[in-house]
């Protein structure tokens, strides 16, 4: 069992190319999370799925899409990266009404 | 906008020494509250959810209690270990929306041996 693995760990773009974050579990978790961590401001949760297909907004959208085409992985996309990106990118999984699952982390950094 | 408080932001403690820290929250329309265990460099763990006034959960030397009429939830560690240096958060789903998870700015605790 990986649990929740996050792909790359660490990458580095310049501003206003594009990337994708890939967050697989092997859990069978109907929900998954994106959040970002930035010094001073805690966790906050970037989208969410409650389920293969769906997606919904969370506390900071804007600038990033995301995608649940399976149930297994869960995408984070950055359309035009910009330095307010620069942070530390986690991703989640869990049953409903359950504690996360939290992957390693992503480390971006925007020039 | 649900709002997550804890205190104190950080905490500087003997080994061995017992403590203790606050998560408040608003008390109407409370659903779950969650704590997690966060280490440098790792990724944050699951310690504990609670769900109903009164609560009190433990594992090992950490235990929680939970007053949903007040709206705060106490964490609290006895004898203190270096390794229980970590930062402390909760978080709170808004309005029952258990898909959403808001977390409080967290506690960080360094256990000097």
Redesign the interface.
Same mark, same amino acid.
């Given at each position: 069992n990986a649990g929740v693995t996050q792909t790359p760990k660490f990458r580095v773009l310049k501003t206003g190319q594009s990337m994708t974050l890939l967050c697989a579990q092997d859990m069978n978790h109907e /929900?998954m /999370?994106w959040y970002r961590q930035d010094p !001073?401001m #805690? *966790? =906050? *949760?970037i989208h /969410? @799925?409650?389920g293969e297909g769906t997606t919904?907004k969370?506390?900071v959208p804007d600038g990033y899409n995301v995608s649940r085409l399976k149930k297994q992985n869960f995408l984070l996309g950055l359309e035009s990266a910009a330095p307010s990106q620069t942070s530390v990118y986690?991703c989640a999984s869990s049953k %409903?009404? @359950? %504690? =996360? /699952?939290? !992957? %390693? #982390?992503t480390r971006l950094l925007v020039l | 906008i649900l709002n997550v408080e804890q205190s104190p932001q950080s905490l500087h403690v003997q080994e061995g020494d017992s403590t203790n820290f606050t998560c408040s929250f608003p008390s109407s329309n409370f659903y779950a509250l969650h704590w997690y265990r966060w280490e440098t460099a790792k990724s944050p763990e699951a310690l504990f959810v609670m769900t109903l006034n009164g609560d009190e959960k433990k594992k090992g030397r950490i235990s929680a209690t939970l007053n949903t009429k007040e709206g705060y939830s106490y964490l609290y560690i006895k004898g203190s270990q270096p390794e229980d240096s970590a930062t402390y958060l909760c978080a709170l789903p808004p309005g029952g929306n258990t898909g959403k998870l808001i977390f409080g700015q967290g506690t960080t605790l360094q256990v000097k041996p």
């Open positions: /929900y /999370y !001073g #805690g *966790l =906050r *949760l /969410y @799925s409650v919904a969370g506390e986690f %409903p009404d @359950s %504690p =996360r /699952y939290f !992957g %390693p #982390g | -």
